[in-house]
């Protein structure tokens, strides 16, 4: 199966192996590279598809963080409620600066590694 520039595929191929490898730290690196790696040697396109997979990844987390805003309503006091919400959404963005930052830093490094290996 030929992957390069195929950039979504590449992408989901990252993604999986950011969940896979979850439990290591810094996984999004390693999906980031993989993803990259797939792409080919161009770094911007690996960083792009590196940043791609490291924002497929990061689905879950978000989806969980939303759920924890469904449930304000049911928060004893507005002020509680509204300092949740404004923590979840601060969250939320730490969440996707996270993975696709490091996903793109990934992929990048993917694009350099083809290069060099060819």
Known sequence: MDTDGNTLLNAAIGAI???VLTW???S???GG???GYLQGTDPEDGA???GLSGLFASVPSIL???VVLV???LAPDAAVGFSI???VVLAIVAVLVYWVALGAIGGLLGSHLRTEIG
């Open 48 to 50: 792009i598809v590196g």
């Open 28 to 30: 999004p690196i390693a």
């Open 64 to 66: 969980i963080l939303l």
């Open 17 to 19: 192996a950011t969940t």
């Open 85 to 87: 919400a404004v923590l």
């Open 33 to 35: 590279l993989l993803a």
């Open 71 to 73: 449930f304000l309503p």
């Open 24 to 26: 290591v730290p810094l």
